[in-house]
């Protein structure tokens, strides 16, 4: 199967490297219909190449200012059907990003919130600039972050992973390398390029198949494997997200925080 040239996620394979891009600035990658369905496009890609042998890194960056700003909420206003159903494909492409059969690198610059900190997290190696912020703020909108819980806490661990999720804060890069969520840090987006250049150049020199064993193995003991712990848990954490969207809670405050953010945009 070839790279896809779809705008939204355009990919690229060269030399064993499988870049996916996330390219709706305008919306700061917001994950919208549109973009799940270019998303989940370019990973099944990204898997079949790993599988034939042909990728052996997988890197996961953005165009524009920021990384990931989440679901895109003005799809889930106007049909309040689709949070549920984002909460699905989030958690299902988490698993998939952690289960490729290829080391997943994340490139991240700018916001990298909710549903864009969640693909993070499930990314094998993190590589940020000083620009980037990483958090889960989603209570304010009644919603769990739970959907992200088993590949944060293999991640983060316990502790990082509570002091993400239960204070909703936004962190900047050196925070969320001391809660174990990025791994390398660039002082500047030309400085993060060359960053992860350099990690994928060194990676794609090993031995292909002694880091895919490698990664099987860490997620078999860290247990995001499919059989694992965590691994079995994701699909009741994203159930138990799912609970959670169709509650009156999460439609009243994703309401009133939709209309309290367009009344402050009307206001400047």
């Known amino acids: 199967m070839p790279p896809c040239d779809d705008h939204l996620v355009p990919t690229h394979s060269h030399r064993g490297v499988f870049t996916i ?21 370019a990973v099944e890609t990204a898997r079949k190449c790993a599988q034939r042998g042909e990728t052996i890194v997988v890197v996961l960056r953005s165009h524009g200012n920021a990384f990931c ?14 949070l549920a159903s984002f909460v699905d ?6 698993t998939s990003l952690r289960t490729l059969p290829a080391v997943v690198v994340a ?9 864009g900190c969640a ?14 912020t990483f958090g889960y703020p989603v209570h304010r909108i009644g919603i769990s972050p739970a959907v992200s819980l088993p590949t944060l806490m293999a991640t983060s661990g316990l502790g990082g992973a509570r002091a993400l999720t239960m204070s909703g804060e936004i962190v900047n890069a050196r925070r969320a390398r001391e809660l174990g969520l990025v791994h390398f840090i660039a002082t500047d987006e030309q ?8 990690i994928t150049e060194s990676l794609i020199k090993k031995g292909p198949t002694a880091l895919r064993a490698t990664k099987q193995w860490l997620n078999e003991v860290d247990g995001t494997a499919p059989d694992g ?3 079995r848990r994701a699909f009741d954490a994203t159930n138990a997200t799912i609970a959670l969207t169709r509650e009156p809670e999460a439609t009243s405050l994703l309401n009133e925080f939709w209309k309290s953010r367009n009344d402050r945009k009307g206001s400047t």
């Open 21 to 41: 891009t996330l390219n709706n600035p305008p919306t700061k990658n917001a994950l919208s219909l549109e973009m799940f369905d270019a998303l989940e496009r």
């Open 69 to 82: 700003a989440g679901f895109d909420l003005n799809q889930c206003v106007c049909d309040p059907s689709l």
């Open 89 to 94: 494909r989030l958690g299902k492409l988490a």
């Open 107 to 115: 490139r991240v610059h700018g916001p990298a919130l909710a549903g």
């Open 119 to 132: 693909l993070v997290a499930a990314c094998d190696i993190v590589c940020a600039s000083e620009s980037a």
């Open 191 to 198: 400085s993060l390029h060359q960053l992860e250049s350099d």
């Open 229 to 231: 712990a965590l691994g």
